[in-house]
């Protein structure tokens, strides 16, 4: 989760370490009911799992990361039953809950992107603010980020920072880092922050100068976008009617993601003549967020991080889920696969 500070006393596991971001609209919009089941997709340092248990409810916490699940056992412990965690991709949540003998929940959330725990460790390789290895993996598996810089081409690179980044020196900085891995290997977030900084010009009260190559990176070694689509038709299909689906997000191309397909499940497809009406599927969530819920001013000033958040619900009919996805959900770029081996 991409909360921060805290020290507030949880009604579960005792002291709470951070504060999770929109945390009293996110258990609004679950709708929260005593003995319901829930899915906390992104486990994190569990405040929306504090939260659900509290209520009275019971809770499927999954992560990738490792450390996640070691820090939650207090929590399960605490939960005396009612909470069970899983280390798995959150993409997986419908298999996950499967193999638990799950075939419906009351709710699944999501709160996307690098959690504040990840950040503020300098061995994780998330953050430029700490000097640590070029890693950035969510879980143990796959190429880390310097495998990335290393191997990948100026020109994926270039697309890779100017897309999932939005950095409008893309070229520049894909450019310099080529020609400083040709001298000697990136393996440090520190190296990495001085090359983009040595073309990227910070200007007074802005955001630092690597802030949108790292997202850029951390995003596609994750596939962060690819799991989301994979997570929002696993919980369409897992979610029980009048379950609610909550989303909370940090970045642009995450929230166009989930807006594109909240707003593609919620209306009827016209007819044609190769589809009468009457066969167009019908609704299969009901939009309950017409815009997106930001954090206010008081929220902000005590986790900035929540500055950037943006949270959108809905709430599960009962029509059958369907198989398609909307297209154009993800960006047009290459796989890590692809890239890895220079295509």
Same mark, same amino acid.
């Given at each position: 989760?991409?909360?921060?500070?805290?020290?507030?006393?949880?009604?579960?596991?005792?002291?709470?370490?951070?504060?999770?971001?929109?945390?009293?609209?996110?258990?609004?919009?679950?709708?929260?009911?005593?003995?319901?089941?829930?899915?906390?997709?992104?486990?994190?340092?569990?405040?929306?799992?504090?939260?659900?248990?509290?209520?009275?409810?019971?809770?499927?916490?999954?992560?990738?990361?490792?450390?996640?699940?070691?820090?939650?056992?207090?929590?399960?412990?605490?939960?005396?039953?009612?909470?069970?965690?899983?280390?798995?991709?959150?993409?997986?949540?419908?298999?996950?809950?499967?193999?638990?003998?799950?075939?419906?929940v009351d709710g699944v959330v999501f709160d996307l992107g690098v959690s504040?725990?990840?950040?503020?460790?300098?061995?994780?390789?998330?953050?430029?603010?700490?000097?640590?290895?070029?890693?950035?993996?969510?879980?143990?598996?796959?190429?880390?980020?310097?495998d990335l810089v290393a191997a990948a081409s100026e020109r994926d690179l270039? +697309?890779? !920072? =100017?897309?999932?980044?939005?950095? %409008?020196? *893309?070229?520049?900085? @894909?450019? $310099?880092?080529?020609? &400083?891995?040709?001298?000697?290997?990136?393996?440090?977030?520190?190296?990495?922050?001085?090359?983009?900084?040595?073309?990227?010009?910070?200007?007074?009260?802005?955001?630092?100068?690597?802030?949108?190559?790292?997202?850029?990176?951390?995003?596609?070694?994750?596939?962060?976008?690819?799991?989301?689509?994979?997570?929002?038709?696993?919980?369409?299909?897992?979610?029980?009617?009048?379950?609610?689906?909550?989303?909370?997000?940090?970045?642009?191309?995450?929230?166009?993601?989930?807006?594109?397909?909240?707003?593609?499940?919620?209306?009827?497809?016209?007819?044609?003549?190769?589809?009468?009406?009457?066969?167009?599927?019908?609704p299969t969530f009901t939009v309950l967020t017409k815009k997106p819920v930001?954090?206010?001013? +008081?929220? !902000? =000033?005590?986790?900035?991080?929540? %500055?950037? *958040?943006?949270?959108? @619900?809905? $709430?599960?009919?009962? &029509?059958?889920?369907?198989?398609?996805?909307?297209?154009?959900?993800?960006?047009?770029?290459?796989?890590?696969?692809?890239?890895?081996?220079?295509?």
């Amino acid at each position: 989760m991409t909360g921060g500070g805290g020290g507030s006393r949880a009604a579960v596991g005792g002291l709470a370490h951070h504060i999770p971001v929109l945390g009293r609209r996110v258990a609004e919009y679950l709708n929260i009911r005593h003995d319901g089941l829930y899915v906390d997709a992104t486990f994190g340092a569990g405040g929306y799992s504090r939260a659900i248990l509290s209520a009275g409810a019971r809770v499927v916490g999954i992560d990738r990361d490792q450390t996640a699940i070691a820090m939650g056992a207090d929590l399960v412990e605490a939960a005396q039953g009612r909470l069970i965690l899983t280390e798995d991709r959150f993409s997986n949540l419908e298999a996950a809950c499967r193999e638990l003998d799950i075939d419906g929940v009351d709710g699944v959330v999501f709160d996307l992107g690098v959690s504040s725990m990840q950040l503020d460790r300098a061995e994780r390789g998330f953050s430029f603010r700490h000097d640590g290895p070029l890693d950035m993996r969510m879980g143990a598996d796959g190429p880390s980020a310097a495998d990335l810089v290393a191997a990948a081409s100026e020109r994926d690179l270039s +697309a890779i !920072i =100017a897309t999932l980044g939005e950095e %409008r020196h *893309a070229r520049a900085v @894909a450019r $310099a880092i080529v020609r &400083a891995r040709a001298q000697q290997p990136i393996t440090t977030t520190k190296q990495l922050a001085d090359i983009v900084s040595s073309v990227v010009r910070a200007k007074p009260n802005e955001i630092h100068p690597a802030t949108r190559t790292f997202q850029a990176l951390r995003v596609f070694v994750n596939d962060e976008l690819g799991e989301l689509v994979t997570a929002l038709a696993a919980s369409e299909r897992l979610l029980s009617p009048g379950g609610r689906l909550v989303v909370v997000s940090f970045h642009s191309l995450e929230d166009r993601i989930v807006k594109t397909f909240l707003a593609d499940r919620s209306k009827t497809p016209a007819g044609s003549r190769h589809m009468p009406e009457r066969e167009a599927p019908v609704p299969t969530f009901t939009v309950l967020t017409k815009k997106p819920v930001a954090a206010d001013e +008081a929220e !902000i =000033a005590e986790n900035p991080r929540a %500055r950037s *958040a943006k949270l959108r @619900a809905a $709430a599960r009919t009962d &029509a059958k889920p369907r198989t398609a996805m909307p297209e154009r959900l993800l960006p047009n770029l290459p796989t890590l696969d692809q890239v890895m081996r220079g295509r």
